[in-house]
């Protein structure tokens, strides 16, 4: 079947800038993942255009947690750009999302390139530095409610990233302590091997699906590897932070 790509990006990057909510686009029209990815990559191409910078990859669902808690199954992937990164401590505006919601991941940071096929000790030797992070995602869908084919049109719900200090001396970061608190009280709890069982896999992974998408994970670029626990909504006045163990924290809050 025939779909209108550049169409529905426009729709959810419209529904993006004006922090609006869209109905599914699943209600409309069945979308295949390849067509989907198109959709998500067209979104990109838009932002592209509007100077925004290329600046990595996010994986998603690579955790049961999440999994579970969305209801889709399959591991997913979205682009990340400069535009996304929210300043380690800073407030960001709850103005600039539908109905956020904060998870706790891991960062890569590569010092070369990841092309599809790479171990996982090429994966490790592709790590310049590891940093506790903080995904901030605002599904562009009502109620935060999505298919497989809705979810990657709409980059996988990628909407910030804050990260937090780099550490380069990599240690065994198979399964490390995780916690997510808001205004103090931690609100999840897990660990990094709750990530596809080791976070290096998800690094893979993300490796082999932008390979397949005719892209390959540059250096310099961010990984984000998924979030380890169940995602947590914001509320204006939430003050989020992620402790890894071992990695340190990363914290923002969020203000009118
Ligand atoms: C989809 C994005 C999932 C993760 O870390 O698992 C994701 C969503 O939950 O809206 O980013
Ligand atoms: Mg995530």
Redesign the pocket.
């Known amino acids: 079947m025939s779909v209108d790509i550049k169409g529905l990006a426009a729709r959810l990057d419209e529904a993006a800038l004006n922090a609006e909510a869209i109905p599914q686009l699943a209600l409309e029209v069945e979308l295949i993942s390849a067509q989907a990815y198109e959709i998500q990559a067209a979104i990109i191409a838009r932002r592209l255009g509007r100077g925004e910078k290329r600046n990595g990859m996010?994986?998603?669902?690579?955790?049961r947690a999440?999994?579970l808690?969305?209801g889709?199954e399959d591991v997913?992937w979205?682009r990340i750009t400069d535009a996304m990164v929210v300043e380690e401590g800073a407030a960001v505006s709850m103005s600039k999302y539908v109905h956020p919601?904060v998870?706790p991941?891991i960062a890569f940071l590569l010092k070369h390139p990841l092309p599809v096929g790479a171990t996982a000790l090429e994966a490790q030797n592709a790590i310049a530095a590891v940093a506790p992070a903080i995904?901030i995602?605002d599904?562009r869908y009502k109620d935060?409610k999505?298919s497989l084919g809705d979810?990657i049109a709409d980059n996988?719900?990628?909407s910030g990233l804050v990260i937090g200090p780099w550490n380069s001396a990599i240690e065994d970061i198979s399964n490390l302590g995780v916690a997510m608190s808001i205004n103090g009280a931690v609100r999840q709890v897990g660990t990094t091997a709750a990530i596809l069982g080791h976070p290096i896999r998800s690094l893979v992974a993300a490796a082999d699906l932008s390979g397949r998408a005719g892209e390959t994970l540059e250096e310099g670029w961010i990984v984000?590897a998924?979030?380890a626990t169940a995602?947590e909504a914001l509320s204006v006045g939430d003050h989020i932070v992620v402790e890894v163990q071992g990695l340190g924290r990363a914290a923002f809050k969020i203000e009118a």
């Open positions: 996010k994986m998603g669902l690579t955790s999440k999994a808690q969305m889709v997913i979205g919601r998870e991941e995904e995602i599904s935060f999505f979810v996988t719900s990628a984000m998924g979030g995602a």
